[in-house]
């Protein structure tokens, strides 16, 4: 896999996830309910898809603090 999640927060009540193509550098930001509006690349909805109950779980949440 070349996506890599780097942290999910919450803004407001919506959980805001961060995720990095290794290859390019690229960021993508999205919350997981507009995971299939077709606006991301197909690879990259399909590594959610498979990540997707460690994100819901909190497994991947970032507080702001740096420890």
């Known amino acids: 896999m070349v996506y890599e999640i780097l942290y999910s927060n919450f803004v407001g009540t919506q959980r ?3 995720v990095k193509n290794s290859t390019t550098g690229e960021m993508f930001d999205f919350t997981p309910d507009t995971l299939s509006n077709n606006k991301l ?6 590594y959610v898809q498979q990540h997707l109950e460690q994100i819901n ?9 740096i420890l």
């Not at 690349?41 to 399909?46: N, S």
Request: charged letters at 30%.
């Open 16 to 18: 805001v996830v961060r």
């Open 41 to 46: 690349p197909t690879d990259l909805q399909q």
């Open 57 to 65: 779980s909190g497994d991947t949440d970032h507080d702001g603090l």
